[in-house]
């Protein structure tokens, strides 16, 4: 049976199967797959080939699959400084796993995390692999519930990096992302961080003044930076409790310092994955002298869009659990909720006992 073809004429099935296979068999791409700007289009035409296929459907999608698997493994696995973005890339296959997995017997919920781990890991601050990564959870919103549950209460961490980075552009679609963050072992630690989300701004600036932008008009220049991997090393401590020096010696509390990486304050806060353990960063002994100097400094952009963000995703928060939530875990939350006003405001009228 002859491929078929698409409607526009823009080439065949198996010469975009084949140019996949050459990319993810090529030891000379293996440094950086992504770079190839072909790579992106040829995935687009086989999967939508895929779909538009009468008849030869399960056949085409049998023979693309075991390409598309070896691609995304390979870009997941590309050196961290590649000079390209995966991210739209390994979206665009994870789509195609979601969309035919069950053709071929595949479950995708390796490759997502896959995807977390090492993509949106690196490339959160950057404004299209965000919007791309949103769209993807809104526009497979029922299969994840219904397939992968646990996957989006994971990650949630790395999501509030992601619109800490990326500002109240993408608000509206981090709203609708955000009832699939609540699970009951996420449902606390979720609270504390949507109200520490101007703290994980500041964090995420300090990280910046230490080490370099996270965030760009370009990929280019955030990957030149040290900074994503200087998160790395925050997630390594928090994960394995390995030691990290301060090169610069600096305690991290002067606000034109580098950052205490043993803080357990930033630790909590730019964390990826959710370890259900309420945030601690509160009684950090930088906890005070952090914010007295946001406080005297200019706020940036994005601190004051997420002043204004973060009593709204508490709000889709509150309206979520009021929904879905067992009383149980409605029950737990009043004495968080409590606890954290009577930090934010020591005055005895709001103190909590």
């Not at 199967?17 to 040829?42: C, E, T, V």
């Not at 000079?83 to 490759?111: K, M, R, Y």
């Not at 034109?256 to 370890?275: I, T, V």
């Not at 004051?304 to 029950?331: E, G, I, Y």
Request: contains cysteine; aromatic residues 8%; negative net charge.
């Amino acid at each position: 049976m002859a491929s078929p073809k698409l409607a526009a004429g823009d080439g065949s099935y198996d010469f975009h199967l084949r140019s996949l296979s050459a990319a993810s068999r090529d030891s000379a791409a293996a440094a950086d797959p992504a770079s190839d700007p072909n790579l992106l289009q040829s995935v687009r035409m086989v999967f939508e080939m895929c779909k538009e296929a009468k008849g030869a459907n399960d056949e085409m999608v049998a023979r693309a699959f075991p390409v598309m698997n070896k691609l995304f493994q390979r870009c997941a696995a590309a050196p961290t400084l590649s000079t390209a973005s995966t991210g739209v890339l390994l979206l665009t296959i994870l789509q195609f796993f979601l969309d035919f997995g069950e053709a071929v017997l595949h479950d995708a919920d390796g490759s997502l995390k896959t995807f977390f781990r090492s993509c949106l890991s690196r490339e959160f601050s950057d404004p299209i692999v965000a919007e791309r990564t949103l769209e993807f959870l809104i526009a497979n919103k029922t299969k994840i519930l219904n397939s992968f549950p646990a996957l989006v209460p994971q990650f949630f961490p790395l999501l509030l990096k992601l619109i800490a980075s990326n500002g109240d552009r993408l608000d509206k679609k981090f709203s609708e992302v955000l009832p699939l963050m609540m699970s009951a072992g996420s449902f606390l630690p979720l609270f504390l961080s949507l109200m520490d989300l101007p703290m994980l701004v500041v964090a995420l600036e300090k990280v910046e003044r230490s080490s370099g932008t996270l965030i760009g008009s370009s990929l280019a220049t955030i990957q030149k930076s040290a900074a994503p991997e200087m998160l790395l090393a925050l997630m390594d401590e928090a994960y394995t409790g390995s030691s990290i020096e301060d090169q610069s010696g600096n305690s991290g509390s002067d606000d034109s310092g580098r950052l205490d990486l043993a803080d357990p304050m930033f630790l909590d806060l730019l964390k990826d994955e959710n370890d259900g353990i309420a945030a601690k960063h509160w009684t950090s002994p930088t906890i005070s002298s952090t914010l007295q100097a946001a406080l005297n400094s200019p706020q940036s952009d994005r601190l004051k869009q997420s002043l204004k963000m973060a009593p709204h995703f508490l709000t889709v928060f509150f309206a979520t659990a009021l929904r879905d939530v067992n009383n149980s875990l409605l029950c737990a939350l009043i004495p968080v909720v409590m606890s954290r006003y009577a930090a934010m405001f020591p005055d005895k009228d709001f103190s909590f006992e």
